[in-house]
């Protein structure tokens, strides 16, 4: 499976941005897929997971952030609005299995290669 993610870019606090990640080469239905973030000398952190029709969350993005997919398309999008600066880092799409695993970043598959949010206070 291959991961293409986009739609990074420079927004000012409280604004919003648009992830978006197109997968191809695989079973897109049967793929836990979620969002990750990595800000400079920290480490990857969920941000979150879709799986069927549920969606996971991390604390930190929870009323904020809303991650949609569509397997028809085989497509995942992550709608991040109220961005705040803390938000900054590199956003990574990624594919595995078993959610617990995946929220967890112990059972990814396929990384997509990063797109770059920074939010501006």
């Known amino acids: 499976v291959q991961l293409q993610a986009s739609g990074g870019g420079l927004v000012q606090a409280g604004g919003s941005l648009r992830l978006s990640c197109a997968a191809s080469g695989g079973t897109f239905s049967t793929y836990v897929m979620a969002w990750f973030r990595q800000a400079p000398g920290k480490e990857r952190e969920f941000v979150a997971a879709?799986?069927?029709?549920?969606?996971y969350y991390a604390d930190s993005v929870k009323g904020r952030f809303t991650i949609s997919r569509d397997n028809a398309r085989n497509t995942v999008s992550l709608q991040m609005n109220s961005l705040k600066p803390e938000d900054t880092a590199v956003y990574y799409c990624?594919?595995?299995?078993?959610?617990?695993?995946?929220?967890?970043?112990?059972?990814?598959?396929?990384w997509g290669q990063g797109t770059q949010v920074t939010v501006s206070s």
């Open positions: 879709s799986w069927r029709t549920l969606a």
């Open positions: 990624s594919a595995g299995r078993g959610v617990d695993a995946v929220v967890a970043n112990t059972a990814i598959d396929y």
